[in-house]
């Protein structure tokens, strides 16, 4: 089955502790993007992908990194999560940049 | 200004109505038109996309495109019940922006 996965589905963390979320797709996909929705504020992009080792930042890259070695995959690390990272965040992929995207099924983020 | 606007709602129509969800964009380079779903606590699921200007339909919807209006519609017809989600429009130039999205309840 075509997708794209995301681990882990929720994740409870303290201020400062490292932590990566995982993201993989099994489409060959070129495209890949991390997207953070926050209530009222919509899906908001933190990083994207336009294929290996070539990424860019969105709009809300404050705190996150990134690192795409193998098209499949497309790690999001927090290196020292503060509070206001508490949000949903999914991850994303499309063959094109004219195709639309394949969600994952979210990762629900909160730091204590 | 933002980049990709939408009225936040609620949308409310009764079941049966015609439900227009509307949406404009800034960047006069967009290329592509994308409108997703997403029931609450799920992922966004692509519903509708649109690269030229006029209507495209696929069952009871349809999306529509002015690029000289900057200006991008849904219109679902027929709406059921099993409809009341957020939509969310979305633009791709380099790469995808979304709107914060409309609520729809669609009341049997």
């Known amino acids: 089955e075509a997708q794209v996965t995301q681990n882990p589905r929720y994740l409870i963390t303290v201020t400062g502790k490292k932590l990566t979320v995982t993201c993989s797709q099994n489409m060959n996909h070129e495209y890949m993007s991390w997207y953070r929705q926050d209530p009222g504020l919509g899906l908001r992009q933190i990083y994207y992908s336009m294929n290996v080792e070539v990424t860019d930042k969105g709009d809300v890259p404050e705190g996150y990194k990134v690192s795409r070695k193998e098209k499949r995959n497309f790690p999001l690390i927090l290196e020292s999560p503060s509070p206001n990272q508490t949000s949903l965040y999914f991850c994303?992929?499309?063959?094109?940049?004219?195709?639309?995207?394949?969600f994952g099924s979210g990762t629900r983020l909160t730091v204590v | 200004q933002k980049e990709v606007e939408q009225n936040s709602g609620p949308l409310s129509v009764p079941e049966g109505a015609i439900a227009s969800l509307n949406c404009t964009y800034s960047?006069?380079?967009?290329?592509?038109f994308f409108w997703y779903r997403q029931y609450s606590g799920k992922s966004p699921e692509l519903i509708m996309f649109i690269y030229s200007n006029g209507d495209k339909e696929d069952g009871r919807f349809t999306a529509q495109l002015n690029k000289a209006s900057q200006y991008v519609s849904l219109l679902i017809r027929d709406s059921q019940p099993s409809d009341s989600a957020t939509y969310l429009c979305a633009v791709r130039v380099n790469d995808m922006r979304f709107g914060a999205g409309t609520r729809l309840t669609v009341k049997p």
């Open positions: 994303a992929s499309s063959s094109d940049r004219g195709y639309g995207y394949t």
């Open positions: 960047d006069r380079g967009s290329q592509s």
